[in-house]
């Protein structure tokens, strides 16, 4: 975003960090306990490990916020600065998509919650497609009213959806049965097997850390606030990922809970009584609904920093008078129109699913990219600075854990997303070609 636009039009630390924590918490953290049940307790060290390797990542990206405070898109910007244009396109070109992936699926997830309260939208593709569109459009139109409005929308719906997941990990410490933490290692495989399947399950949970930073433009002091932000947003979460499943693990019985559809419902249901279902239900599609908000905001933002460096059609870096790039948002708001679509299309479930496992790999690899970018940006920046172990320590840290989480969304991913990622590569020769020509 242009930094001429007023600061009250601009982020603050809760929009921002409602943003981090929207943009991890969805739909699917409500399904996360029963998925787990199967390895036992041992599922909570999986979410701590996960927790620690997470916080390296958002110290890094909180770290390069302040080496780089005005600096929009992100990953991108990061691995660009860091590492030059091949790279940091690489990185954009493969977020990009993924996001638009991703938000079609959290658009089928908004859709099936809904199913709950109307059981129409379960029998009816063409209801559930048309119900589908009416929110994708109408959470880009709102975000083309500034990242104000979107980030307000952002801040309620974080709330909403994570007072009903706090209400069953606060109300279920009372309800526990110490009994149902055993046994600790369930999964008939070592200590060591299991810690590594759970942790690589929870670690998809944290997806979205960078959120704060992508909209640093737009962001007021930035210097700041994306930093606060990213740090509260993941402590925030870890808080309610790590008691909240504690209290669904300690309530029910992991032989009923691996058979359960809706855990947190189920588990509010012997805490608060049989209406607690239904608001729970809520939370799922309220969920859901925010995390579209959030990734919504941040697909205009993607493209539109690539683009404003001339590595992107420059339709992306077009603004409205509110200083939103708003074709950024309408074009990306087709691409997922278009991938949601394709699920409820017989035909096209399985090339709906092949492009999910495509996008996976392209959130993680910004990651990845940019903890080897901040020691390149430091001794830039900060070459007089101290503390050079710790610095060298953290990026070894953040690096090491990205590499792992790759590894662990398994060979498929890897090698998909690694063919995703070239197939970007005649986008970058177009784009330096026109760069070059003017």
């Known amino acids: 975003m242009p930094e001429t636009i007023p600061e009250k039009n601009k982020l603050g630390l809760w929009t921002s960090t409602s943003l981090v924590i929207g943009n991890m918490i969805g739909a699917g953290i409500f399904l996360m306990p029963a998925a787990m049940a199967s390895f036992g307790s041992i599922g909570l060290l999986g979410w701590v490990f996960s927790a620690i390797g997470s916080f390296f ?3 890094v990206f909180s770290n390069l916020s302040k080496l780089l405070p005005h ?3 992100g990953p991108y910007a ?3 600065d860091g590492l030059g244009d091949f790279i940091g396109f690489l990185v954009a070109w493969g977020y990009y998509l993924a996001v638009a992936c991703a938000n079609a699926a959290i658009t089928i997830s908004f859709v099936s919650a809904l199913s709950t309260f109307f059981p129409v939208l379960g029998s009816s593709s063409i209801i559930a497609v048309t119900t589908g569109l009416c929110s994708i459009w109408l959470l880009a139109y709102i975000n083309t009213l500034g990242v104000v409005a979107g980030g307000k929308l952002q801040l309620v719906t974080t709330i909403l959806k994570v007072l009903p997941l706090l209400l069953v990990a606060v109300g279920g410490l009372f309800f526990i049965k110490v009994a149902n933490f ?11 097997s299991a810690l590594q399947a759970t942790a690589t399950m929870t670690m998809f949970a944290f997806i979205g850390i960078e959120s704060a930073t992508v909209p640093a433009g737009s962001v007021a002091n930035p210097e700041k606030t994306v930093a606060r932000a990213t740090m509260l947003g993941l402590l925030i979460t870890t808080f309610v990922y790590i008691l909240g499943s504690v209290s669904v693990i300690g309530i029910i019985p992991a032989a009923q809970l691996q058979k359960s559809l809706t855990p947190y419902a189920d588990t509010a249901v012997i805490i608060y009584g049989s209406s607690a279902r239904y608001w729970v239900s809520a939370g799922i599609a309220i969920a859901a609904f925010g995390s579209l908000n959030g990734w919504t905001l941040l697909q205009g933002q993607v493209p539109y920093a690539i683009s404003k460096d001339k590595l992107f059609p420059p339709i992306f870096s077009r603004t409205n008078k509110k200083g939103v790039p708003y074709m950024g948002i309408i074009i990306s708001s087709v691409m997922v129109s278009l991938f949601m679509t394709m699920n409820y299309t017989k035909g096209l479930v399985a090339q709906f699913k092949f492009l999910l496992l495509l996008s996976l ?16 940006i430091r001794v830039r920046k900060t070459p007089q600075a101290g503390g050079w172990a710790g610095a060298v320590a953290l990026a070894v840290m953040a690096f090491g854990y990205a590499l792992w989480a790759i590894a662990g969304a398994g060979q498929e991913a890897v090698y998909y997303g ?10 970058y020769v177009w784009a330096a070609f026109r760069k070059n020509a003017n």
Request: glycine share 6%; net charge positive.
């Open 57 to 59: 990542l958002a110290r």
């Open 71 to 73: 600096a929009t898109g």
């Open 78 to 80: 990061y691995t660009r």
């Open 182 to 192: 055993t046994p600790f290692n369930a999964s008939g495989s070592s200590i060591v």
């Open 361 to 376: 790999l392209s959130v993680l690899i910004p990651y990845l990219l940019s903890a080897a970018a901040y020691l390149v």
């Open 418 to 427: 690694f063919l995703l990622l070239l197939a970007g590569i005649p986008f």
